[in-house]
Nanobody, 124 residues
């Protein structure tokens, strides 16, 4: 049973940085497709960045050049480094995983089976 636990959220000023972490238990992250998603109140969940099992990455246009997704397989942990944060990045961020996701659908939340509880990011 895959469990995901996010951490690293918080409050920062515009232009600042945060690094989110997602600790994976119950499965080897090396064999998972994993991603970061965010959802503001009243809005649909949005894919932010994702990895397929081969290491290919995908980013939503609004974070390209600012956010970087990475994974430490030895620590079984997924990261999201967020730089140059903007107020519009404020929302809950979720880590998600699946055994397989087609590369063209990496940012589609419906493709993911396992979800963390979320961590709040606030940019003022």
């Amino acid at each position: 049973h895959v469990q995901l636990v996010e951490s690293g959220g918080g409050s920062v000023q515009a232009g600042g940085s945060l690094r989110l972490s997602c600790a994976v238990s119950g499965y080897d992250a090396l064999y998972l497709c994993m991603g970061w998603f965010r959802q503001a109140p009243g809005k649909e969940r949005e894919g932010v960045a994702a990895f397929d099992r081969d290491g290919s990455t995908s980013y939503v246009d609004s974070v390209k050049g600012r956010f970087t997704i990475s994974k430490d397989n030895a620590k079984n942990t997924l990261y999201l480094q967020m730089n140059s944060l903007k107020p519009e990045d404020t929302t809950m961020y979720y880590c998600a995983a699946a055994s397989w996701v087609d590369d063209s659908l990496l940012l589609h939340p419906d493709e993911y089976t396992y979800w963390g509880q979320g961590t709040q990011v606030t940019v003022s």
